[in-house]
Antibody, heavy 120, light 110 residues
Framework: QITLKESGPTLVKPTQTLTLTCSFS??????????VGWIRQPPGKALEWLAL???????RYSPSLESRLTITKDTSKNQVVLTMTNMGPVDTARYYC????????????WGQGTMVTVSS | QSALTQPASVSGSPGQSITISCTGT?????????VSWYQQHPGKAPKLMIY???NRPSGVSNRFSGSKSGNTASLTISGLQAEDEADYYC??????????FGTGTKVTVL
């Protein structure tokens, strides 16, 4: 059974760097094609894709946010970490991590999300 | 990367069929057969309902179906039920492992 869970600060100040961790179980990065993505959703607004990390350490970022994002993995801990620099109020959102189904370009299972508020 | 365009809201009576559109460009919806649909109930995480335009994951009701024509993908819910009331989002692969989501549609069961 695949599960994912996001963790990180609930409140960050403007200009600070956000670090979020996705802890998962039920799959591993040793499986070819596996990926973990990050998606966010501001309150009352639509989903926005942020980044994707593949089993082979290939990384992809949203073109509009690429300069601010870094995605990494700790295979031994079954974790994926997303950092976002220079946070602002518009980055207030619920941040989700999700499992990419090998061989299929979709996110089949999602974590519950973690709410991040940017405010001084 | 612009968000895919969906109607803000769609409604229907129980038992009816409704269709939600998702319009993109040749660079996303029109260029690939990698369109997904997600259902999101209030306060919950999105749930995958359709992938690769028309495939249903195991456990998803066959009342949900997907299709695509040109730059527009569609999700049809037949035999509408009260539990189908939720927000629905489409998503498309855009090449080079980049993804884009739709603007979201609120489905109301009258």
């Amino acid at each position: 059974q695949i599960t994912l869970k996001e963790s990180g600060p609930t409140l960050v100040k403007p200009t600070q760097t956000l670090t979020l961790t996705c802890s998962f179980s039920g799959f591993s990065f040793s499986t070819s094609g596996v990926g973990v993505g990050w998606i966010r959703q501001p309150p009352g607004k639509a989903l926005e894709w942020l980044a994707l990390l593949y089993w082979d350490d290939d990384k992809r970022y949203s073109p509009s946010l690429e300069s601010r994002l870094t995605i990494t993995k700790d295979t031994s801990k079954n974790q994926v970490v997303l950092t976002m620099t220079n946070m602002g109020p518009v980055d207030t959102a619920r941040y989700y991590c999700a499992h990419r189904l090998p061989g299929v370009d979709t996110f089949d299972l999602w974590g519950q999300g973690t709410m991040v508020t940017v405010s001084s | 990367q612009s968000a895919l365009t969906q109607p803000a809201s769609v409604s229907g009576s129980p038992g009816q069929s409704i269709t939600i559109s998702c319009t993109g460009t040749r660079s996303d919806v029109g260029g690939y057969y990698y369109v997904s649909w997600y259902q999101q109930h209030p306060g919950k995480a999105p749930k995958l309902m359709i992938y690769d335009v028309s495939n249903r994951p195991s456990g998803v009701s066959n009342r949900f179906s997907g299709s695509k024509s040109g730059n527009t993908a569609s999700l049809t819910i037949s035999g509408l039920q009260a539990e189908d009331e939720a927000d629905y989002y489409c998503s498309s692969y855009t090449g080079d492992s980049i993804y884009v989501f739709g603007t979201g549609t609120k489905v109301t069961v009258l």
